[in-house]
């Protein structure tokens, strides 16, 4: 099969520097430097011969060629990016978080250089930051911020419901917890948009970890009600400790339990199970309601309307409510995170 870059009038045959080459472009989705294309041997006459001719073109970034053929794209101009920048430079933000497949990718790409870089060049935001090795990570080939970092950094370029949303999208996926999100906020040090992901955050301030991203938004949904916060992930046994079901949300005191219907887990074929799983849960005397996408938007309250009755009374029994509670309040977070 014949490269984009030989269908571009080259004299290439198997094995020759042009082919070499083209394989380079191929893995940085169809982009090449000056450097590259010098180091495999192209002589500064034969890079003007295939400019000329259209096998290379110009991008924004000096130093930094597009193959002719290839699909442009913003993974491309990503790449166009992280070639023209220094050493160290990361994909970062909202593209960081693009890579992952948690949010639409920018029109602009934006990456993150070390702080000492001059960092100039066309075609990209570009920010300037210290990034230590524990925030770095590599996706489909791409150096980029770690899932946590990335949280971080969307905290400054994004809407507080858009932070949301991402957060929810991370958390619900197990790419990153709160613990870790933490963590990589304090190495980072004085951020801009700290009271956004203060506010994000707060649903996990307990360590939950919703199973589903549909879950991730129901969980906030409660925590902002001001209801008692849920236990995630919660186990039922029957009266002989033989498992029976995992939930999405239980609140033990008032023997009350929650499951997220998403589409493709709990379809057609699954609501004979489910409905047998329900009555064995029901016969050994917990409460089970049910949620599915719709009450995950926020205009709706049924959900509230569902809940609210039972969790604002004392449990059944005078039990004890051991829960956590929602809070707004992180106890180490950096003194400049406003």
Not at 96 to 118: D, F, Y
Not at 161 to 176: E, I, M, P, T, W
Request: overall charge positive.
């Amino acid at each position: 099969m014949r490269t984009p870059w030989e269908d571009a009038h080259t004299d290439a045959v198997p094995g020759t520097k042009d082919e070499r080459l083209a394989e380079i472009a191929e893995l940085q989705a169809g982009t090449i430097t000056n450097r590259q294309l010098r180091d495999g041997g192209m002589s500064a006459k034969d890079i003007k011969v295939r400019l000329r001719r259209g096998s290379l073109r110009s991008t924004p970034a000096r130093g930094v060629y597009r193959v002719a053929g290839a699909e442009r794209t913003w993974r491309q101009d990503l790449w166009v990016a992280l070639l023209a920048g220094p050493e160290g430079t990361l994909a970062s933000h909202v593209t960081a978080a693009a890579l992952r497949g948690l949010i639409a990718p920018p029109s602009i790409p934006e990456v993150t250089v070390p702080r000492e870089a001059s960092g100039r060049f066309r075609g990209a935001v570009v920010h300037h930051a210290g990034v230590s090795n524990v925030d770095r990570a590599r996706c489909e080939g791409i150096a980029t911020t770690a899932m946590g970092r990335t949280l971080v950094d969307c905290a400054a370029v994004l809407t507080q419901r858009g932070l949301n949303d991402l957060v929810d999208a991370a958390f619900g996926k197990g790419l990153c917890g709160y613990e870790a999100t933490v963590q990589a906020w304090e190495r980072a040090g004085h951020v801009r948009g700290g009271a956004r992901l203060e506010e994000a955050l707060t649903p996990y301030a307990t360590g939950a970890r919703p199973g589903s991203v549909g879950a991730a938004h129901v969980l906030r949904k409660i925590c902002d009600w001001g209801l008692p916060l849920p236990l995630c992930e919660y186990e039922i046994r029957d009266e002989h400790g033989e498992w029976l079901a995992t939930v999405d949300f239980a609140w033990p005191p008032w023997w009350l339990l929650l499951e997220y219907d998403g589409g493709a887990a709990h379809g057609p074929r699954r609501w004979r199970l489910d409905a047998r799983r329900q009555a064995d849960i029901e016969r050994i005397g917990w409460q089970l309601e049910r949620a599915d996408r719709f009450d995950a938007r926020p205009s709706s309250t049924r959900l509230l309307d569902v809940l609210r009755p039972i969790l604002t009374q004392p449990p059944p029994g005078g039990t004890v409510v051991h829960l956590p509670q929602p809070t707004r309040q992180r106890a180490s977070r950096p003194s400049s995170a406003r």
